[in-house]
C-alpha cells in the first residue's frame, strides 16, 4: 500500500493543489487540507518502503516451504541487520534527532 502510495504521489500532489478548482463544498475542502501529506510525511513513506522491503524479502525467505530454511536463518539475519543499518543512520536524519 506504501509502495502503491508513493507511485501514484505525483497525482496525490496535483489533488491537492488544485483542490480549489474541484467542485467541492468548503467543508470538504477542510478535509482535504487536513488529509494533505507534507514533504516531512513523504520521507517518512519513502523511509517506510525502505525498512520495510528488507523485511518482506528476509520473510520471503526464511518461509519457503520448498526448501530447508533453518540453515539460511543466521544468514538471513545477520544481513538484514546489515542491511538495514546501513539503510538508515539516526545521525544523518532530522527526523530521529528530536
Keep these: 500500500m506504501l509502495n502503491t502510495l508513493n507511485i501514484h504521489r505525483s497525482i496525490i500532489n496535483k489533488l491537492f493543489q488544485n483542490k480549489i478548482n474541484l ?23 519513502e523511509l517506510l518502503i525502505k525498512i520495510l522491503k528488507l523485511f518482506y524479502r528476509a520473510t520471503k525467505a526464511i518461509s519457503g516451504s520448498d526448501y530447508p530454511t533453518i540453515g539460511i536463518k543466521l544468514f538471513i539475519f545477520r544481513h538484514l541487520e546489515k542491511d538495514f543499518l546501513s539503510s538508515i543512520s539516526p545521525t544523518d536524519d532530522p527526523l530521529f534527532n528530536n
Design 23 to 45: 467542485d467541492i463544498t468548503k467543508k470538504q475542502q477542510q478535509r482535504l487540507n487536513v488529509l494533505e501529506l507534507t514533504s516531512d510525511y513523504w520521507y517518512i513513506i
